[in-house]
């Protein structure tokens, strides 16, 4: 099993729907978790970070399941800007920031 | 401006030359990071530095070298570019402390290396 598995998608969503997506990760002792979005053509950069009580930020929800170890990322009335690959990055040792393992990505499309 | 910047921003070259991309932080953070990005693979580290003249090996390696005399800087070089080193490479960098508290890593805009 992959350390960190997405489902790369695409999803294809209208503008305006709800839209969700999980991340698996295999190390059960992992600790810290994260949200990046990526642009086309472009660098990551941090959405949000993942806590264990859940976390909200505008539109966007994310939330840690450590019983069926996955993270998810909810995003709430679409828009289209919200278009791009959505990395989920997972820190296996809860230390150090060489331990980032980053998923391959979903693929957001927000369709007017 | 404060930031990380990365050069070049495009290159091609052939096999078996010798490539030095250039990644350069103005914040003194103590971690920098080279990772590639392949379809199919996500980003994967190749090498990252805790501080100057401290280099350890990534997941692949193999291939490059690294070097990091000054915080500011983290050359990565190709010493023989191969067509599987073809990739868009992103260096990274962050504070002693930053990652377990905000997870944020900095990254520069990419260098999109293509070996003929």
């Known amino acids: 099993r992959k350390e960190v598995e997405q489902d790369p998608g695409p999803f294809n969503v209208p503008e305006g729907a709800t839209v969700a997506f999980n991340c698996t990760y295999s190390?059960?002792?992992?600790?810290?978790f994260f949200w990046y979005r990526q642009d086309c053509r472009k660098e990551p950069k941090l959405l949000m970070s993942?806590?264990?009580s859940g976390n909200e930020d505008g539109r966007f929800t994310a939330q840690l399941n450590r019983a069926s170890q996955y993270i998810s990322l909810l995003i709430r009335d679409s828009k289209l800007s919200d278009s791009a690959t959505y990395l989920c990055?997972?820190?296996?040792?809860?230390?150090?920031?060489?331990?980032?393992?980053f998923g391959k990505g979903t693929h957001l499309i927000i369709q007017p | 401006d404060a930031g990380i910047t990365q050069s070049p921003r495009y290159k091609i070259t052939e096999t078996g030359r010798q490539v030095t991309l250039m990644c350069h932080q103005t914040?003194?953070?103590?971690?920098m990071f080279w990772y590639r990005q392949d379809l199919g693979h996500g980003l994967r580290l190749i090498y990252y530095?805790?501080?100057?003249?401290?280099?350890d090996k990534g997941e692949v390696p193999d291939g490059y070298v690294v070097s990091r005399s000054k915080t500011e800087n983290f050359p990565l070089t190709l010493e023989s570019a191969t067509r599987s080193q073809t990739s868009v490479y992103f260096c990274?960098?962050?504070?002693?402390?930053?990652?377990?508290?905000?997870?944020?890593?900095?990254f520069g805009e990419g260098s999109r290396l293509t070996v003929l």
């Open positions: 990274a960098s962050v504070g002693l402390t930053s990652v377990s508290n905000t997870g944020e890593l900095f």
């Open positions: 993942v806590y264990s």
């Open positions: 914040w003194s953070h103590s971690y």
């Open positions: 190390n059960s002792a992992s600790q810290s």
């Open positions: 990055v997972v820190n296996p040792s809860g230390g150090g920031a060489d331990g980032l393992t």
């Open positions: 530095s805790a501080a100057a003249d401290i280099t």
